[in-house]
């Protein structure tokens, strides 16, 4: 029954997303990229005897001049659409090609969405309800102009489809073409300062309003005040240097004729994004006694918003705002548009959307989608995306008092099941592709040793590009995942690459976890902390699910940092203490006509000896919403007090009364 406790702890049947970072540590720099369906074999875009490392450097030069485009421009651009990646000549997300994110959705788009739907039945799930993998795509004749930027590029330059595609030479041509292009329509003299160019960078983003075009082209601007410098995942050397007193002419924006967007003060977002307001209904449904799709609440007052949760769509922007639309499905806070990094909020963070699967955290948390897919590696997005996801993140981080870390960012795949029959139901999105260390970087919170080796804790934070490891089921159930980086480790019983992965006995029994892209139980993901339990030549062992769990972690090449914190370990005198989904008051704090909520523990024990990393403190809590009028809602608070702490892949909740705390060494 939709309007059921019941109902408002489930979660859309959806997945992942994914994006790759390419990090150099020793040269001291960092990157990002990934991919997404390979299209068209990759074309030499220089001759071999120039300096591979110089080469795109080169062709940024050459594209410039010949299409009278100030180079920093050209740079700016292709940074923020793709970080000057080329991604092997895959199609990102919403089908853009290279590093000016040259875009041909009518194909890509739609082979993107064949693939989700191979991808989903490999994974058993065709039956799913309305799975946002399964949004239709829109047809070549309606897509909106910002995904058909490539054929436009072709008949500026005269260059084949295939070679845009394919050659960074003539991608960087495109996008130069089309900058030149714009900057004539609005009747601007090509070639001059790059204070001359807003309106066309503005232009370039293909926004149809004109607060997400300003959005990027201050973006881009910003970018060429500070400058950038990084290693490209082919390896390229390039550096756009700071022209910090450069103050572009941004009244240009007026010419590109764009209406407003009219959201006022309905949006809660930094100045800094473009944010619309398409609200999720609240209403009643025909039956007269159900309602969707989230609850009227009165957060931060009646409840204190402890987690940001990322999720990602498993399908397009049109199809998932208009799911959101639906008040028969269920809700989430925001959704960021992968093409432009445009935000849409749907339910007021006062209120409680139905996204997480998990009705406590369901109170506690805001939920954001992401335009994106969990099982198809090569997919990308672009930096704007990223960023305007990090820019808002850090505003309601501000505005919520919320921490930025790992203990309360949380993937929708860090989010625990509620009791041990839910625990194999729980999504796994964004997966093992998302960046979660660029993310961070963005945020202004990267990921630093915070102590000496002999501290006894670890954040988990492998360079990405070069982490690797092996997935199956994208496509069909066992078959290998193109190879891409991931901010995962794999965790084993030994320390050997050849032992048995790690159990977890709420999603296998008996059973050792496998390297399924949507298994999580032997997986251990950038930023999260964890009590180390061994140490054994190149391997480190931490505590995890109730075991030991090595993962490879040489000096020369570390997988982890040192950290230093808080642990949970069991009171003395008991043997094994019992972990929980969700922080619920015991059963004498409910007052009559409130049914009691069992607080049933998860398949999994806290062993005496071992320790776990101190998320936070919990106050047990539970929302009793079941009624159309929010007058008849109650917040039910215990005198339990809960611990969060990271205990798998997935956060979970042990009592207070159960366990003692010890700082960790520094």
């Known amino acids: 029954m939709r309007g059921s406790q019941q109902h408002r702890s489930r979660q859309a049947p959806r997945r992942g997303l994914r994006r790759s970072r390419r990090t150099s540590r020793a040269a001291g720099a960092v990157a990002s990229a990934a991919l997404l369906l390979p299209v068209v074999a990759a074309a030499p875009a220089v001759p071999a005897e120039q300096p591979r490392s110089a080469a795109l450097q080169q062709e940024f030069t050459a594209a410039a001049a010949k299409y009278h485009v100030p180079q920093s421009v050209l740079l700016g ?44 039945d490999a994974r058993g799930e065709s039956d799913r309800p309305r799975a946002a993998g399964r949004m239709s795509v829109p047809a070549p004749a309606v897509l909106p102009a910002r995904l058909r930027t490539l054929p436009r590029a072709a008949e500026l330059t005269g260059l084949p489809a295939g070679q845009l595609r394919s050659s960074t030479a003539a991608n960087l041509q495109g996008g130069a073409a089309l900058l030149a292009d714009a900057q ?9 300062s790059p204070a001359d160019w807003y309106g066309a960078v503005a232009a370039y983003s293909g926004a149809t309003d004109s607060a997400t075009a300003a959005t990027f082209a201050d973006d881009v601007f910003d970018a060429i005040r500070a400058g950038r410098q990084r290693i490209t995942d082919a390896g390229q050397a390039v550096t756009l240097p700071g022209t910090p007193g450069l103050t572009p002419r941004t009244e240009q924006l007026g010419r590109l004729r ?30 007269g006694k159900d309602y969707g799709n989230h609850d009227v609440a009165d957060r931060p007052r009646s409840q204190k918003v402890d987690f940001i949760v990322v999720h990602d769509t498993e399908g397009t922007w049109e199809g998932t705002v208009k799911l959101v639309q639906d008040p028969t499905y269920v809700s989430w806070n925001y959704t960021v548009r992968s093409n432009d990094g445009h935000i849409a909020q749907h339910v007021p963070t006062k209120d409680v959307a139905w996204h997480a699967g998990n009705w406590y955290v369901n109170a506690k948390s805001v939920g954001i989608e992401h335009e994106g897919f969990l099982a198809q590696p090569d997919a990308w997005y672009t930096e704007e995306m990223y960023l305007s996801s990090a820019k808002l993140v850090r505003y309601l981080a501000q505005k919520l008092d919320i921490p930025l870390d790992r203990q309360h960012i949380l993937g929708h795949d860090n989010v625990p099941g509620t009791t041990a029959a839910t625990v194999k139901g729980m999504h796994t999105d964004p997966g093992p592709y998302w960046d979660w260390d660029h993310y961070f970087g ?22 990405y590009d070069e982490n690797r490891p092996d997935y199956t089921g994208c496509v069909k159930p066992g078959e290998p995942c193109a190879p891409h980086g991931s901010g995962a480790v794999r965790l084993h019983t030994a320390p050997d690459e050849s032992a048995p992965l790690v159990q977890d006995v709420g999603l296998h029994g008996d059973d050792p976890s496998t390297t399924g892209v949507n298994d999580t139980g032997a997986r251990a993901s950038t930023g999260q902390q964890f009590a180390v339990a061994d140490r054994r030549g190149d391997w480190t062992a931490i505590w995890y699910l109730g075991q030991k769990a090595w993962f490879h972690n040489p000096w020369w090449q570390p997988t982890a940092l040192n950290a230093s914190g808080e642990f949970v370990t069991p009171r003395e005198g008991l043997d094994e203490i019992p972990v929980y989904g969700r922080a619920f008051p015991e059963k004498e704090a409910y007052p009559q006509g409130v049914p009691v909520q069992t607080v049933e523990p998860l398949p999994y024990k806290l062993l005496a000896g071992q320790a776990y990393v101190l998320g936070q403190r919990s106050p047990s809590e539970y929302l009793w919403a079941t009624t159309f009028e929010p007058a008849g809602h109650q917040v039910i608070r215990g005198k339990d007090v809960y611990y969060e702490i990271q205990f798998g892949h997935r956060v979970a909740f042990v009592k207070a009364s159960d366990v003692t705390l010890r700082p960790s060494n520094r």
């Open 258 to 287: 764009l209406p407003p967007l009219h959201s006022g003060d309905q949006v809660e977002c930094p100045r800094s994004v473009a944010c619309e307001s398409i609200p999720a209904p609240y209403q009643k449904l025909d039956n």
């Open 442 to 463: 963005l945020l202004g919170k990267r990921f630093r040793s915070t102590a000496s080796p002999f501290s006894g804790m670890v954040t988990i934070d492998p360079d």
């Open 77 to 120: 651009v292709a940074y923020l659409e793709s970080r000057w990646d080329s991604h092997a000549g895959a199609p990102s997300v919403t089908g853009g090609y290279g590093p000016m994110h040259l875009t041909d959705a009518a194909t890509a788009v739609a082979a993107a969405g064949e693939r989700d739907e191979a991808a989903g």
């Open 184 to 192: 004539k329509r609005l009747g601007l003299a090509d070639g001059g």
